[in-house]
């Protein structure tokens, strides 16, 4: 740890501060020791708990024997602490350290030396004084300026709080310094010799009296010190000034516990206690060694005691003074720094805490004390009143303040007096309800008597200040005459000023005296003063000038005998005031039609002017008599008064009628001025236009004039209009001028670049913009404005005439030249040329053009390039879209499309020119001279042209193709990506994106254009006539066609297997000279049209075939003939070598051979001839057909073959003559020899039992050798023994026996399979042991077979060869190793790595250096591996599944490396802007499954190498898995609003959000883009653009969502069947609302049956018409009053709601108009085709119920007995007649629905009569009150209300009017009826109904019938345990406000929680409907929501399934 900057800098402060700079290195050695330089750094770094660090230099503390610290030997030394531990004090000064606003845990740099971080300075060596002067000189002036501060945030008050806190610390520290060291200092003992602990008391007393007295003495001088003090401060208490105030007593009571503490603590020290120990010893020892004086020390101790405890009852009382004092003290705050004002509020909080301090305290609650706290008080409350009147100045200064603020601060003290007795009382006589509490029994006169006094004084100095105010306002005004009053007053004022008196001082007498003498004056003064007043008034005529006067002298006189008189004159002058009334009158009448107007004024400004000036003159008067109510109290007042009024309404009403009439007419006008600078005119086209009104002029004259009248108040619009002429006008001609300029620069943009041009144009409007929409022409910025848009035209127009210039110059001019070139050099008219020359000159042609054209297409590129970016380089306004890249690819691909019609015409006009040098009526019709020369060649196939026909063709078009070329070779524009110089100008810090290059050239269009391609197909036809003449011409070549078609081998093969005699062959070969003859002679040359033929070639081509057809035929002869050849030539070779082997004496074996081959010749000499004669005639044959296609050496065999056969017999007759002259020999020694070898043998077999390889006791290595020897010598004789047998044969002689070598055979046989596999199994091994470990896996197969291969050869081993040592040797050596070889195979796998092998060797305790090149297989096998056979496995088996694991992890690593997503487009979003759905999902699997793989992979302990790689991997596609989570959360929010806010109605209705969402809609594509590009998953969830802007789109997507909830809530409150769609079908519906046509497929989702509107033709957004369409028939119900679907959606269909019920409604009044006809004139059939189905229902249940109690009626009341049957009849027969009407056809599907339901529904009806008829007759029902009838559903037609009701029971329903269309109605049954009574009375109770029963009885089903039958559209929701309260609360809110029916399948399987909140929920909805309240407040609602009455709610169940729950209480309830 080195010393630093920062080390070097604190050493140097040290130093400094220590004097010590001629020793700084020591200071820098001392502060670089380790434990001072380690609690430096500690420091510096931050890791030290403290932020500050002291420095000492003194010497350091040492205990000595007492155990007290005291400084130890020698020099002082540096010390370095954090003053944390008590052994280090600081002594003299010490230096400190501070980190100064740095964290705690960063570290001050320490290579800096000073900064900011890092504080320095120096203490003293006490803390308290360094911090006290410290505060009281450094910080508190500091603080206290303004300037030094920065108080920030912080206002006033909390500023004047801190201060006043700081102030109040300074003080107390101050103090409590100065109790430190004030106080008495008792005497301490001084030092003796003796040393008393050594000594007895006894000894003490005996041997030292003097000590004794000593100390005697000493605590006599206590005694007297501390009683001095403690009767001294009570005295100085008692003797405190009468200004002290309540703080005073508090600081008393804390200055003496400080000093009685001080003392306690004095006498606690030990030197004090000894004299008190040794006192009270002495007292007590023997009397014999007693001192003199101790009847002295009895009396000083005695006397001690009693001062002891006069100490302690002092401190106690302070203590307890304090403590309740202290309470006091917040509340005593407010009376030293508040005024008196602010103390009133105060004031009983104090006062109840003085009355705890009285009940509570042990010491201070007696009365005087108590009466001395209040008399303080009350001191501070005058000297707080004093100082608020006097204001921080001396009291002479109260003359020169203001007086009547000075007569408001006295008033307060008054105040405060008066609120501070009240108080006290209050408080006193709540004690007195207290008996038995302390009383409030202070002398109130000694409290509050001061405070009275003051108060006295402060009434007289407010009625002299009141009285110098009066007379100085009085002079003020300058009355004529006034002077002498005024001047007396000034003497009387001055000479009472002149006496000096303390104003203030309330015990100065003297001033009372001369405040009377000064009132007497005073009053004299008065007196003058009236008669002035008087003689004033009776000089003034004018009403306004008496009144005027009048009010001027009230508002100065205050004292009352002079204000009563100026009440007086208001009576003379309302007199007066009543003529004058009767004046104003006159004047108005006379000249109220025509008053005279000032001249120039406009007509209002005039008339108000004259209405004004008589209203003034009758208004102004009144106004002051009104002051004075008893002037007006008078009986001829009140006449007056009513003409006053009358005449002033008049006036009012006249002025108020013509300045309304003005004011209405500028907010006529101020629309002008509100109207924006600049407007589009819809008439012209959109032109801009000046939108200034001109009748702004004539608001600004009537606002001048009317302003200059001074008393009418001109409205603020007028007023700015006025002051702003001049500058509208100059505005106005600016504007028209720049939009003339305006009009002119647009004109000049070329067409081509209107699109894009379009956002510079925008820029400059977005600049105009203000002017269209904010800008007014009472804006403040409109200079501003019109010098920003005119630099901004500026710069337009220069950019317009620079864009236009560069198109002219070097775009349209190259263009016109690309046009004019010509594509293709054709020959002249007599030249000819051929095919390759033709092609040639026009690609040499071409080559030229195109370097010319792709030059000149590179230019004009360049050119368009430097236009767009000329134009994308224009700034724009950041608000303003930029250019768009469509619009750059627009015109880039427009100049692309003008460069290929360019290239277009050069092409046409170059193939049109080729197409009349070809044309076949070149010259009127004649043929053309021949063009091409065409040779005839064979292609394998057949005769063709030279070039062919096809050829020619080709290369005409070739020379079309060419004129292609040159398109073909340039390079069409790259019209999808921006060029790059506007890349860079559109971001210069993004690297330009690079073109796809896949653009193409131009060819690809030029090759489709359809004139190209026609003359093109004429091109192709100019040669083609001549090729059926070329063909017919070719056909004479067919005789040869075999020799190109027929296959030379196949046809070979075929003749081959003929077995063709050599004559056949030779005759075929033959046929193909013949063919080569006859193609010879074919010669010369043909012509075809313009293609002359030549033959030469095709002739050479024949020839060459019939040439390869022979030598195809003749080489497979030749083959066979040379093999024949070559056979019999080997043969009569080898004969001859075997015939010419020497024979040796007694060489049977050489004997045996010759003779053999002496008969083989023998027999072969009959068949020689037929081998050689075919061969022969084969060659014959080929000398004649085949030629010079055989080598030397054929020839030479060929020409030797008969002498070489011929040669051979005579060498056989030779041989055989010798062999018969020796055969007698040869048999003596055949016989010889056997006999020697029989010998031979039996010698042999003796030497083998001595020591062959089957001695006993041998080691089997030495019997390996023994049996090597042995057999070889064995295999030598038993040759021997196959020679001699073979000459036995050839000479006849019996065969000899040989048993003894049969038997080494045998023996040696056994032996050698022994010992052969022996060596084999050592040879092996040891072969295997020097194996290189690298190359033994490999090996390992081949061991392992090898090694079985010997085991089983071991286990095969004969019987009586396992007892032999070798045997067991071999057995013991395979087993060995087939034990090891299994670890070797498991250690030799791939996955064995090197932390195997270190396993390995950790185990075997080896030295295992496989990695070594040199490491063989040996090492391995002396490891002796199979003792820890058991561990190798498991470390093998480990590897292998690590190896797995590895692999897998490689294999899931390679996977995701490959994966990537598939990105796909949105709607009219042609890029991809979206992941593919599927393939995420396979995505977020697979992922799962890794996951799922590699998490159980971990937790495998086989896992433990790769647990990085594995928990990186985890990490990896954790984070993968949840970035894809979140991007799909993104992608599906942003999906499902993309189309809600890009466009349609809800964008427009959600400005802000569509905004907001356009930014996320950018960054969205941004990063799809980005993604697109990687499209790699984990790469692209890596991301980290990706990763940070996700949560940013999801929370803006979110608040979007949450922002478009609230729209759609909004939505749903106002048209409530909202609530029944989901979101995206209400956002669908909503979108298109301005398109009503677009919604006809949603109307079915809001009514029940409406599903489509009919728009009246004329206006397509006026619906006339609903429709319930069912196929291709419809039911229409004619609106009663179009609804016109414009305006929101939700408003016209509520409206359409509305009209739909009206409709009904008037629909069901008609029908129930006819039902009386119904069987009287009306037929039901008719009845029906009248109406609608839903109401024809109605009716017939109307006409069904009205009959029915219309029976009843007459039966029960007119006792009619036969009206029942008759209802019968008639129902029966409209039963038959509907019956009758089914039967036939109805005409639609529909039809039919509507009469099988009447059907339906009325033979219940019947039957219900029947049956209650039946009922009637047995006497069970008397009338229609009875409950068998009420019970049923009736429906009545009620005229009164024009309703339809229907009653079920006592519970009537007014028909809903909902339509229902033509659907299908239950049968009722008695079942359906039950359940309607019940419901019916549920509703009627308020409740709704549940149903319950099993699944398909129809609970729902008979719920929605009865809602059809009262008209209810029935709202059927299918619960499950997905619902939510959310969910249920919007149904149930739908239901409300739209008064639906709603109908809850298997509701009890909604979940239990929120089951609680429905029934909440539910009953809500009852309590308001029970109240009958419109609205209400729904659970969760902020505002309360509408209820329809007729809301129902019903609940069906399947109780017992599964998944289901029991209803909570609340819900059945």
């Excluded at 009472?496 to 001369?514: G, P």
């Excluded at 009127?924 to 020619?952: C, H, K, T, Y």
């Excluded at 095969?1356 to 007892?1363: S, V």
């Excluded at 929920?1961 to 509408?1986: D, L, W, Y």
């Amino acid at each position: 740890m080195a010393m630093q900057e920062r080390h070097r800098w604190m050493a140097a402060n040290v130093a400094a501060s220590f004097g010590m700079l001629d020793k700084t290195h020591y200071v820098e050695s001392v502060l670089g020791e380790y434990n001072n330089l380690k609690k430096l750094n500690d420091f510096l770094e931050g890791k030290s708990k403290h932020k500050h660090i002291f420095v000492y230099y003194q010497r350091p503390d040492v205990p000595n024997e007492q155990g007290e610290l005291v400084d130890a030997k020698g020099d002082p030394k540096l010390l370095i602490t954090t003053g944390e531990h008590e052994d280090i004090r600081i002594k003299s000064r010490a230096v400190y350290f501070l980190r100064n606003v740095v964290p705690d845990s960063k570290p001050v740099k320490s290579d800096v030396a000073c900064d900011g971080d890092l504080l320095f300075g120096e203490m003293a060596a006490s803390p308290l004084e360094s911090l006290n002067t410290g505060l009281l000189d450094v910080f508190k002036p500091l603080v206290s300026q303004p300037t030094t501060i920065d108080w920030a945030s912080c206002d006033t008050d909390q500023t004047s709080e801190f201060k006043s806190t700081l102030e109040k610390f300074t003080v107390e520290l101050s103090q409590g310094i100065q109790s430190l060291t004030g106080g008495i200092d008792l005497p301490s003992p001084e030092p003796t010799e003796v040393d008393l602990r050594t000594l007895s008391y006894n000894e003490i007393a005996k041997d030292h009296p003097e000590l004794v007295t000593q100390y005697e003495a000493l605590l006599e001088q206590w005694c007297h010190l501390i009683e001095q003090y403690l009767e001294q401060t009570l005295e100085s208490q008692q003797k405190e000034s009468e200004t002290s105030g309540p703080r005073t007593e508090l600081d008393f009571w804390r200055y003496r516990l400080q000093k009685i503490t001080s003392i306690n603590e004095q006498l606690r020290t030990k030197e004090r206690k000894s004299v008190m120990t040794l006192l009270q010893a002495i007292t007590k020892v023997p009397q014999d060694v007693a001192p003199k004086n101790r009847q002295t020390v009895f009396n000083t101790l005695r006397r001690w005691k009693q001062i002891d405890i006069s100490i302690t009852e002092a401190f106690n009382e302070a203590k307890d003074n304090v403590k309740y004092l202290t309470t006091l003290e917040k509340f005593i705050e407010p009376l030293y720094i508040s005024t008196p004002a602010a103390i009133l509020e105060t004031l009983p909080a104090l006062m109840n805490a003085v009355k705890m301090v009285h009940t509570i305290a042990r010491y201070y609650n007696t009365t005087e004390r108590m009466t001395n706290l209040f008399a303080k008080i009350t001191n501070q409350m005058i000297t707080k009143c004093k100082e608020c009147v006097l204001d921080g100045e001396e009291s002479d200064s109260l003359w020169s303040k203001d007086p009547q603020l000075l007569i408001k601060n006295l008033h307060s003290c008054i105040q405060l007096n008066d609120s501070y007795q009240e108080q006290y009382r209050l408080t006193k006589e709540t004690l007195l309800s207290l008996p038995k509490g302390k009383q409030f029994d202070f002398s109130e006169t000694l409290i509050f008597g001061r405070f009275d006094l003051f108060c006295r004084r402060v009434t007289k100095l407010i009625d002299m200040f009141q009285t110098i105010h009066q007379f100085t306002s009085l002079s003020k005004h300058r009355f004529d005459g006034m002077e002498p009053l005024v001047e007396a007053f000034q003497r009387i004022f001055q000479e009472f000023q002149i006496k000096r008196h303390d104003l203030l001082d309330f015990h100065n007498n003297r001033f009372d005296r001369d405040y009377v003498e000064f009132n007497v004056r005073i009053s004299d003064l008065e007196s003058n003063l009236r008669q002035f007043i008087n003689q004033s008034f009776e000089s003034i005529a004018s009403i306004e000038a008496s009144l005027k006067l009048l009010a001027k002298f009230q508002s100065i006189l205050q004292r009352d005998s002079l204000r009563s008189d100026l009440e007086n004159k208001f009576a003379v002058i309302f007199h007066n005031y009543g003529l004058e009334l009767t004046h104003v009158q006159d004047q108005y009448e006379k000249f109220k039609t025509a008053p005279p107007l000032v001249r120039n004024l406009p007509p209002v400004a005039g008339h108000v002017t004259w209405s004004r000036h008589l209203y003034q003159r009758i208004e102004s008067p009144m106004l002051k008599f009104q002051m004075n109510p008893a002037v007006l109290a008078g009986r001829d007042s009140r006449k007056l008064i009513r003409m006053y009024n009358k005449m002033a309404k008049t006036l009012i009403e006249f002025e108020t009628l013509w300045y309304q009439a003005w004011v209405n007419s500028i907010e006529t006008v101020k629309a002008g001025l509100q109207a924006t600078l600049i407007i589009k005119h819809p008439d012209d086209g959109m032109r801009f236009h000046v939108n200034f009104d001109w009748e702004i002029l004539q608001l600004i004259r009537e606002t001048r004039c009317l302003d200059r009248m001074g008393n009418v108040e001109i409205p603020q619009s007028a007023k700015m209009v006025l002051l702003q002429e001049h500058k509208f006008k100059s505005y106005n001609h600016e504007l028209s001028y720049f939009l003339k300029e305006y009009r002119r620069i647009t004109q000049n943009i070329k067409p081509i670049t209107t699109n894009l041009m379009k956002p510079h144009i925008e820029n400059l409007e977005f600049k105009m913009r203000p002017g269209l929409v904010i800008l007014t022409w009472t804006s403040m910025n409109i200079e501003s404005y019109l010098d920003e848009i005119w630099k901004e035209l500026d710069r337009l127009d220069m950019l317009v005439l620079a864009i236009n210039d560069l198109m002219e110059s070097r775009v349209d001019a190259n263009l016109k030249v690309v046009a004019n070139v010509l594509l293709v050099n054709l020959p002249e008219e007599s030249e000819l040329v051929s095919l390759d020359e033709f092609v040639d000159m026009q690609e040499r042609h071409v080559r030229a053009t195109t370097d010319f054209l792709v030059a000149k297409n590179t230019e004009i590129e360049n050119a368009v390039n430097d236009l767009l970016g000329m134009i994308v380089a224009f700034e724009l306004e950041p608000h303003v879209p930029s250019v768009t890249e469509s619009e750059i690819i627009k015109v880039k691909a427009h100049y692309n499309w003008s460069m290929y019609q360019a290239l277009l015409n050069a092409t046409k006009n170059s193939l049109k020119a080729m197409k009349l040098r070809l044309s076949s009526n070149y010259r009127e019709g004649d043929q053309p001279p021949a063009f091409f020369e065409v040779g005839l060649q064979l292609d394998g196939i057949g005769v063709r042209l030279q070039p062919s026909v096809e050829e020619i063709q080709a290369a005409i078009n070739g020379g079309a193709v060419a004129v292609l070329k040159c398109s073909k070779m340039i390079e069409a524009w790259d019209t999808v990506t921006i060029p790059k110089n506007v890349q860079l100008i559109l971001d210069a810090n993004l690297p330009p994106v690079q073109g796809t290059g896949s653009q193409g050239t131009f060819y690809d269009r030029i090759a489709q254009d359809r004139e190209i391609l026609k003359v093109v197909l004429l091109l192709t036809g100019s040669v083609q006539s001549t090729k059926n003449q070329c063909n017919e011409y070719l056909t004479t070549f067919s005789n040869y066609e075999w020799c190109w078609k027929d296959d030379m081998q196949k046809a070979f093969k075929e003749f081959e297997s003929q077995g063709p005699s050599l004559d056949e062959f030779e005759a075929k070969l033959k046929s193909f000279s013949v063919v080569e003859r006859q193609v010879e002679e074919m010669q010369g040359q043909h012509q075809i049209s313009a293609l002359m033929l030549q033959t030469g070639s095709l002739a050479n081509g024949l020839k060459d075939l019939a040439q390869k057809w022979k030598a195809t035929f003749a080489k497979q002869l030749h083959k066979d003939a040379w093999g024949r050849l070559e056979a019999v030539s080997e043969m009569i070779k080898e004969t001859g070598k075997k015939l010419m082997r020497e024979v040796g004496q007694g060489d049977m074996d050489s004997l045996a051979d010759v003779m053999s081959t002496l008969r083989t010749v023998y027999v072969k000499e009959s068949e020689i001839d037929l081998d050689m004669v075919p061969i022969e005639h084969m060659y014959r044959i080929l000398d004649e057909h085949l030629l010079s296609s055989m080598d030397a050496e054929e020839l030479d065999k060929r020409s030797k073959l008969r002498s070489s056969w011929a040669s051979l017999l005579e060498e056989t007759e030779k041989k055989q003559l010798e062999l018969a002259e020796s055969q007698i020999a040869y048999k003596k020694d055949l016989i010889k020899t056997v006999n020697a070898f029989k010998r031979d043998i039996t010698k042999f077999r003796a030497e083998y039992e001595r020591s062959g390889p089957m001695v006993r006791g041998i080691p089997p290595r030495e019997a390996v050798e023994r049996l090597k020897r042995f057999k070889e010598e064995f295999d030598v004789r038993d040759r021997k023994q196959d020679i001699y047998y073979k000459g036995e044969d050839l000479f006849g002689v019996p065969h000899q026996q040989y048993p003894a070598l049969n038997q080494t055979r045998q023996e040696l046989g056994h032996l050698s399979q022994l010992y052969d596999l022996y060596v084999a199994v050592l040879e092996t091994i040891q072969e295997w042991r020097e194996y290189l470990w690298t190359d033994v896996p490999e090996q390992m197969e081949t061991m392992q077979k090898t090694i079985d291969s010997f085991a089983g050869r071991c286990k095969k081993m004969p019987k009586q060869l396992r007892e032999w040592p070798a045997y067991n040797e071999l057995k013991k050596e395979i087993e060995d190793f087939q034990e090891v070889l299994p670890l070797l195979t498991e250690l030799g796998k791939p996955s064995i790595m090197p932390r195997h092998w270190q396993q390995i060797m950790d185990m075997t305790g080896k030295e295992l250096p496989v990695d070594s090149e040199n490491f063989k297989l040996q090492a391995l096998i002396d490891a002796q591996l199979n003792e820890f056979t058991d561990e190798i496995s498991d470390i093998t088996e480990g590897a292998d599944k690590q190896l797995i694991i590895e692999g897998k992890i490689k294999e899931i690593s390679a996977q995701w490396e490959g994966l990537f997503f598939d990105f796909g487009t949105w709607k009219t979003r042609d890029y991809p802007c979206v992941l593919a759905g599927g393939k995420v999902g396979e995505t977020q699997e697979a992922l799962e499954e890794t996951m799922m793989n590699l998490n159980t992979m971990n937790a495998q302990r086989h896992s433990l190498p790769f647990k990085e790689e594995l928990n990186g991997l985890l990490t990896t596609l954790s984070d993968t898995g949840d970035t894809i989570e979140r991007w799909f959360k993104v992608q599906q929010m942003w999906t499902s609003l993309e189309s809600v806010f890009t466009g349609g109605d809800i964008a427009k209705q959600m400005p802000m959000e569509a905004k907001k969402f356009q930014q996320i809609d950018k960054d969205w594509i941004k990063i799809m883009q980005k993604s697109a590009e990687t499209k790699l998953v984990v790469p692209c969830c890596q991301n980290d653009m990706l990763k940070q802007m996700l949560p940013v789109l999801s929370e803006g997507l979110e608040k979007c969502q949450k922002s478009l909830e609230s729209y759609l809530e909004g939505k749903r409150n106002k048209f409530p069947r909202f609530y029944f769609t989901s979101d995206p079908v209400l956002l669908k519906i909503l979108s298109q609302g301005s398109d009503p046509e677009s919604i006809q497929e949603d109307f079915e989702k809001l009514f029940d049956a409406i599903n489509r509107v009919q728009f009246d033709k004329a206006d397509k957004k006026k619906i006339i018409k609903i429709m319930e369409v069912n196929g291709p028939v419809s039911e229409i119900v004619d609106l009663q009053s179009p609804v016109m679907a414009v305006g929101n959606i939700e408003d016209w269909l509520l409206a359409l709601e509305y009209e739909m019920q009206r409709s009904v409604r008037r629909e069901c009044r008609i029908c129930a108009l006819e039902c009386p006809q119904v069987m009287n004139g009306l037929s039901v059939g008719d009845f029906g085709n009248k109406c609608i189905a839903q109401v024809t229902i109605a009716g017939i249940q109307m006409i069904w119920t009205t009959d029915f109690q219309d029976a009843l009626v007459r039966m029960s009341r007119d006792k009619d007995r036969a009206v029942m049957a008759t209802a019968n009849k008639k129902f029966v027969q409209m039963l038959t007649d509907l019956i009758a009407m089914c039967l036939t056809d109805l005409g639609s599907k529909m039809n039919r629905t509507k009469f099988e339901t009447l059907v339906t529904i009325h033979v219940h009806q019947k039957d219900l009569f029947q049956e209650v008829w039946k009922k009637v007759r047995e006497g069970k029902v008397k009338d229609e009150n009875d409950f068998e009838w009420l019970k049923q559903t009736r429906l009545y037609w009620k005229t009164e209300t024009d309703h339809c009701v229907v009653s079920i029971a006592d519970v009537d329903f007014t028909y809903s009017y909902e339509y229902l269309g033509c659907k299908e109605r239950l049968v009722i049954t008695a079942l359906t009826d039950r359940c309607y009574v019940t419901q019916s009375q549920a509703l009627g109770m308020f409740f709704g109904g549940a149903p319950a029963g099993p699944a398909g009885t129809g609970k729902t089903e008979t719920t929605k019938d009865m809602g059809r039958t009262l008209g209810v559209f029935v709202v059927v929701t299918n619960c499950s345990d997905q619902h939510r309260f959310r969910d249920m609360a919007k149904i149930f809110k739908g239901l409300c406000m739209s008064g639906l029916w709603g109908c809850f399948d298997e509701f009890n399987r909604i979940e239990l929680e929120v089951l609680s909140v429905v029934a909440m929920q539910v009953e809500s909805i009852c309590s308001a409907k029970r109240q009958a309240v419109a609205t209400f407040m729904f659970p969760g609602e902020i505002a309360p929501i509408k209820l329809v009455p007729s809301v129902g709610y019903f609940i069906t169940m399947n109780p017992g399934y599964a998944g289901r729950q029991e209803l909570p209480e609340n819900v059945k309830a």
